[in-house]
């Protein structure tokens, strides 16, 4: 059972009671569908309208993992300088104006250079709203309140992913122009909102844990933060081959981005799942199974079920059904992995912006890795998507592994505090 020391007089009013929880939420939908069209759905755009190939997907995938690494660990920095409305506002202005210049002068040089700092720029966003509806709570209600911010962007994301076809179909300059709209009024609705504790406030719930939770917490987060930069290799990787899917060939761009959302979809059940219980909270390793069918699921996206051994003569329809069950539980496992690192992150750290700053970062290192292996694929054998596959799921593997060796050594220590005892 956990224990918490009370908070101080008016702390819980001042996270809670002294906010808008629906403006956070709010910010953050609009924010998810910014950034889903521009990290996620921007692939399936200049395959369409530039014709680029897997080469050119990675390579952009790699520029956006890079920047993103990097706003992300300056998140903590720029918010104790500015404070979180004064942030959050400037933020969103300059995403509003940087997808509006995108739109104004196209080009594919100049949409691509764009993309690269707005990515910088938006990820300095995200630890600060995962602290705004972290902070200054005790671990029960942080937990629903992340349950709950989960979903939110989660659901959007999934929405977005699959109108983004559409989108481009009949108004494709609204890919850029939607987002430098909806980030304007993302600014304005931080200037008029009430946000909670400023930087340095926010340590107003303590939790002091048993021991017993204490480390499985630890465990967890550490599986969760091992496994976190995997998650986000396979789905950057994935977001750039997704477009040249052959499973997809056949089918026009509106409805490949429908069937290329099933791995949200599945994410989202993961995250509605996961917010109805706290059961995952002492099981550490749930996240050691759910990087390991991560693996054999994203394999399963990325390889035609025919072209596997003893599979031959599948019809195609087999082939889809195959590739979206696989997407449908390969969002499972991101969602669970997801949720780990973020939640233990924040709940032993009393939701600070820094850990949420971690969490990103390692994001971040995981959009680098996952199209860096698959576009070094595409050098040495250019237009071979079954590499890039092969190439990617080792780099889980390695994670896997890493994962693996971290729990045994965590299980080795506990034997040996407990002979000690004896």
Same mark, same amino acid.
């Given at each position: ?18 906010? *808008? ?202 599986? *969760? ?55 995952? @909270? ?69 939701? *600070?912006?820094? @850990? ?45 592994? *890493? ?20």
């Amino acid at each position: 059972m956990t224990r918490l020391s009370p908070p101080p007089p008016g702390a819980s009013q001042a996270a809670s009671g002294g906010t *808008s929880l629906v403006a956070v939420y709010a910010v953050e939908a609009i924010s998810s569908i910014c950034s889903t069209s521009l990290t996620i759905g921007i692939f399936f755009f200049m395959q369409d309208q530039y014709g680029w190939g897997l080469k050119r997907n990675f390579a952009l995938a790699v520029g956006q993992g890079a920047t993103y690494m990097l706003g992300a660990l300056l998140a903590g920095r720029i918010e104790r300088r500015l404070g979180r409305r004064a942030m959050l506002a400037m933020l969103y202005a300059i995403l509003a104006g940087l997808c509006a210049a995108a739109a104004w002068w196209g080009g594919a040089i100049l949409i691509v250079s764009i993309l690269v700092a707005y990515t910088m720029v938006i990820s300095a966003t995200w630890p600060v709203l995962e602290s705004l509806v972290s902070v200054g709570v005790d671990a029960h209600v942080m937990s629903r309140r992340i349950g709950v911010y989960n979903l939110v962007w989660s659901g959007v994301s999934a929405a977005t992913v699959a109108l983004t076809g559409t989108i481009i179909q009949h108004w494709p300059v609204g890919v850029l122009m939607a987002p430098a709209a909806l980030h304007g009024i993302a600014a304005l609705v931080m200037l008029a909102a009430r946000l909670p504790l400023e930087p340095g406030a926010e340590r107003g719930v303590h939790l002091d844990a048993e021991p017993e939770l204490l480390r499985k917490r630890t465990l967890a987060m550490w599986l *969760s933060r091992i496994a976190m930069p995997s998650t986000y290799v396979v789905i950057y990787a994935m977001a750039a081959m997704m477009p040249l899917l052959p499973v997809l060939a056949l089918y026009d761009t509106g409805t490949r981005t429908v069937i290329g959302s099933a791995w949200l979809v599945g994410r989202w059940l993961a995250f509605a799942g996961l917010a109805m219980t706290a059961w995952w @909270h002492t099981r550490p390793l749930l996240l050691l199974f759910s990087t390991a069918a991560m693996l054999v699921t994203f394999i399963g996206v990325g390889i035609r079920a025919s072209d596997l051994p003893g599979l031959h003569g599948l019809p195609a329809s087999a082939d889809l059904g195959v590739m979206i069950g696989s997407q449908m539980l390969l969002g499972v496992t991101l969602g669970v992995i997801y949720a780990g690192s973020l939640y233990f992150g924040m709940a032993l750290s009393s939701g *600070s912006t820094e @850990h949420g700053g971690y969490h990103e970062a390692l994001i971040g290192l995981g959009c680098v890795l996952g199209p860096g292996v698959g576009a070094l694929t595409q050098v040495i054998w250019p237009g071979n998507l079954t590499a890039g596959v092969w190439a990617v799921s080792g780099v889980v593997g390695v994670s896997l592994v *890493s994962a693996i060796v971290a729990a045994a050594e965590a299980r080795r220590r506990r034997r040996c505090r407990g002979a000690g005892r004896t």
